[in-house]
């Protein structure tokens, strides 16, 4: 059974500092994994998605990696501001027909002024 | 493009009501799917569609129906509403994800109460 796992479960920096969230998942087989940020009462926005064939996808001062053998993707963000402050929840598809998004924990993110 | 849009923002209900939460999107996604956040328990699957006609079970279905009519429109149908169903519930699309098209946008959710 796939299972997604984020660490840390919370994180605090001061702005300006670069960061990495962590996701690992148990399960090597699928179609792709995606990060999303999530604002308190908000829905889920999605910040980038990496294909399984795929080794990173860049977005502003996102960075996201995928390393399929080892089970892990590190969303590095660049220069952090306080409006980043928000849940980043990271998420595979796995390789049934379901489309099934599996999510971790999430990582709540705090930047301070 | 307005996106995946649902409806209502808030409702509460009594035990044993009904209600139909309402989830349309814009972008001619084939896929679509609806999820309960729980505290703890993250995001589960409920029920999703691959296509107008089409439609199967996710991971919580119990105590809940769907709908696939049009490609636009996916409703969720709770029959009999009970305590344990208050959570909030996102609807999500895509192009079919299996396929390597699988960007998936959520809704801004329905946050449900019920007493």
């Known amino acids: 059974k796939q299972e997604v796992t984020q660490i840390p479960a919370a994180l605090s920096v001061p702005e300006g500092e670069n960061l990495v969230l962590n996701c690992s998942f148990t399960?090597?087989?699928?179609?792709?994994l995606q990060w999303f940020r999530q604002d308190p009462g908000k829905g889920l926005t999605s910040l980038l998605l990496?294909?399984?064939?795929?080794r990173e996808q860049t977005s502003g001062r996102l960075n996201a990696s995928l390393d399929k053998s080892s089970g892990r993707s590190t969303l590095y963000i660049a220069a952090s501001q306080p409006g980043d402050s928000a849940t980043y929840l990271c998420?595979?598809?796995?390789?049934?027909?379901?489309?099934?998004?599996?999510f971790g924990q999430g990582t709540t993110l705090q930047v301070k002024p | 493009n307005a996106g995946v849009t649902q409806t209502p923002k808030f409702q509460v209900l009594k035990t044993g009501q009904s209600m139909t939460l309402q989830c349309a999107q814009d972008m001619n996604h084939e896929y679509m799917s609806w999820y309960r956040q729980d505290p703890g328990m993250g995001l589960r699957l409920i029920h999703y569609s691959v296509g107008a006609g089409i439609t199967d079970q996710g991971e919580v279905p119990n105590g809940y129906n769907v709908s696939r009519s049009t490609t636009e429109d996916f409703p969720l149908r709770l029959l009999s509403a009970a305590p344990s169903q208050t959570s909030v519930y996102f609807c999500?699309?895509?192009?079919?994800?299996?396929?390597?098209?699988?960007?998936?946008?959520f809704g801004p959710g329905t946050r449900l109460l019920v007493l």
């Open positions: 399960d090597s087989a699928i179609y792709n």
């Open positions: 990496i294909q399984s064939s795929q």
């Open positions: 998420a595979v598809t796995g390789s049934g027909n379901t489309g099934k998004l599996i």
């Open positions: 999500a699309s895509s192009y079919s994800p299996h396929r390597g098209r699988g960007t998936q946008y």
